[in-house]
């Protein structure tokens, strides 16, 4: 089992900044690619970030050169450091783990609202 708990998120104005966190607990060595989804009202869920085991990350077209995801194994924490905010990043954000065997982890979600 692993456990995913975000934070940071919160009302921002355009152009402005937020950094997200993931803390994760439980069977973690088992994990090799952890993830940043967001859900807008009334739209799928959509991968924002990813990170690999090997450290290799990959984005959304729609953040890249704005979001940075990171990862810090000493404190069992993952980031995503989002700038250059814009109204239609408002969504809930969700961290996700993908451990061996299949299994899935997700986190209950952080909101983010961009809105001035």
């Known amino acids: 089992q692993v456990q995913l708990v975000e934070s940071g998120g919160g009302l921002v104005q355009p152009g402005g900044s937020l950094r997200l966190s993931c803390e994760f607990s439980?069977?973690?060595?088992?994990?090799?690619?952890m993830a940043w989804y967001r859900q807008a009202p009334g739209k799928q869920r959509e991968l924002v970030a990813a990170i690999h085991s090997d450290g290799r990350t990959n984005s959304a077209g729609s953040v890249k050169g704005r979001f940075t995801i990171s990862r810090d194994n000493a404190k069992n924490t993952m980031y995503l450091q989002m700038n250059s905010l814009k109204p239609e990043d408002t969504a809930v954000y969700y961290c996700?783990?993908?451990?061996?065997?299949?299994?899935?982890?997700w986190g209950k979600g952080t909101l983010v609202t961009v809105s001035s």
């Open positions: 996700n783990a993908e451990a061996g065997g299949g299994l899935d982890y």
């Open positions: 439980g069977s973690i060595l088992s994990i090799y690619v």
